[in-house]
C-alpha cells in the first residue's frame, strides 16, 4: 500500500486533472476534491445573484456564507457533485459563462482566502488527491506528492470543446481556444497564487497519453515515495 496520503495535482484547464485525479483516488482508495468546482459555484452564483465581479468585497462575501457539499456522482466516473443549499449545480457550474468569468473571481482574496481554508479541512480528513491550480504550490504545500499536468492549448481545446458538446452546449471550438489562452494569461499572470509548477513538482504532458497511462505513471511514482 502506498505511504502517500495527500496528492496535489496541479495544471491549467482541461489539462486533465478531474479525470486523472479522479482515477488516481479510486485506485488509492480516497476522497477525491476538485477545487476548481468551488471557484465555480461561488462565480456561478455571483453570476446568478447578478454580483458584479468588480466587487471584490461582495465577492468575497458570498464565498464566506456559502456551504458547499459533495457527494459521489451516481456515474461512477464522474467527479462528486458539488451542492448549495440542496441544489445540485453539477450541469450549471461548466457553462461556458461560467468558463470566461471563473479566473476573475478566483483572483479575488476574500474568496481564496474562504475557499483555501475549506480546502486544507477537508485535506485534513484522510488520505486525499485534490486538483487545481495552486494546491501543490499554496493549498497543501507540504504534500507528499506534487504533480504538474500539461497539454498544448490546442488539444486542451479539444478535450473541453468534446466535453462541452457532449454535455449538450452549443460552441465553436475557435471560441474554446480562445477562453482557454485568456484564462491561462489571467491565472499564471496574477499576484495571488499564480499557476506556476511547485518547485518540487513531477511534470506530466499529458499530449498523446491515455488517461490509464497518465494514472499510472501517478500511480508508478505514489509506489516509489
Not at 18 to 31: H, I
Amino acid at each position: 500500500m502506498s505511504r502517500v496520503h495527500v496528492v496535489a495535482i496541479d495544471g491549467p484547464g482541461a489539462s486533465g486533472k478531474t479525470v486523472v485525479g479522479l482515477g488516481l483516488a479510486k485506485r488509492l482508495g480516497c476522497r477525491f476534491i476538485d477545487t476548481g468546482a468551488m471557484y465555480r459555484v461561488v462565480t456561478w452564483l455571483a453570476l446568478e445573484q447578478r454580483i458584479s465581479l468588480n466587487d471584490q468585497q461582495a465577492l468575497g462575501r458570498l464565498a464566506a456564507i456559502i456551504s458547499i457539499e459533495f457527494t459521489d456522482s451516481d456515474d461512477s466516473a464522474g467527479p462528486p457533485r458539488p451542492f448549495v443549499n440542496g441544489r445540485d449545480l453539477s450541469e450549471e457550474i461548466r457553462a461556458p459563462e461560467v468558463d470566461r468569468a471563473v479566473s476573475k473571481v478566483s483572483m479575488v482574496p476574500g474568496v481564496r482566502e474562504s475557499l483555501v481554508g475549506l480546502q486544507r479541512a477537508l485535506a485534513g480528513q484522510g488520505t486525499v488527491v485534490m486538483a487545481g491550480r495552486d494546491i501543490g504550490t499554496v493549498v497543501l504545500p507540504d504534500a507528499q506528492l506534487k504533480i504538474f499536468l500539461q497539454a498544448s492549448p490546442e488539444e486542451r481545446a479539444r478535450r473541453r470543446y468534446e466535453e462541452l458538446r457532449n454535455g449538450g452546449i452549443a460552441v465553436e471550438y475557435e471560441e474554446v481556444l480562445a477562453d482557454l489562452n485568456r484564462r491561462d494569461t489571467l491565472d499564471s499572470g496574477r499576484a495571488l497564487s499564480p499557476l506556476v509548477p511547485a518547485r518540487d513538482a513531477e511534470q506530466i504532458v499529458t499530449d498523446r497519453h491515455t488517461i490509464e497511462q497518465v494514472i499510472e505513471e501517478i500511480w508508478q511514482l505514489t509506489e516509489r515515495r
